[in-house]
Nanobody, 125 residues
């Protein structure tokens, strides 16, 4: 019952910037943590950055100091500002949301994981 829509990917030269957005929508849910993962060809999907509902962020070592994750909880939206991009950042980026299902009698155990469809980021040298 939670769907994610990502936007903001594209083609950029090394040293450039991109900003990814992810909106969660649906009915009767409460967002917990939000995050971004990426998967390059032939590699495993890896965590890029995450942010808790309290605003505590976590980053992969490879992006620290270059990427910034933020969220607008009122809009159930997460952002990933990516600066100083390099060719190693080329990948499909996936939004991940951990959300609880809400019912008339309360919150169901969880949270459950939801994934976006992915957005391609290509950095050229």
């Amino acid at each position: 019952q939670v769907q994610l829509v990502e936007s903001g990917g594209g083609l950029v030269q090394a040293g450039g910037s991109l900003r990814l957005s992810c909106v969660a929508f649906g009915s009767s849910f409460s967002v917990d943590a939000m995050g971004w993962y990426r998967q390059a060809p032939g590699r495993r999907r890896e965590l890029v950055a995450s942010i808790t509902d309290g605003g505590i962020s976590n980053y992969a070592d490879s992006v620290k100091g270059r990427f910034t994750i933020s969220r607008d909880s009122a809009k159930s939206t997460a952002y990933l500002q990516m600066n100083s991009l390099n060719t190693a950042d080329t990948a499909v980026y996936y939004c991940n949301v951990k959300a609880f299902t809400l019912t008339p009698v309360g919150r169901l155990p969880g949270p459950s994981d939801y994934w976006g469809q992915g957005t391609q980021v290509t950095v050229t040298s």
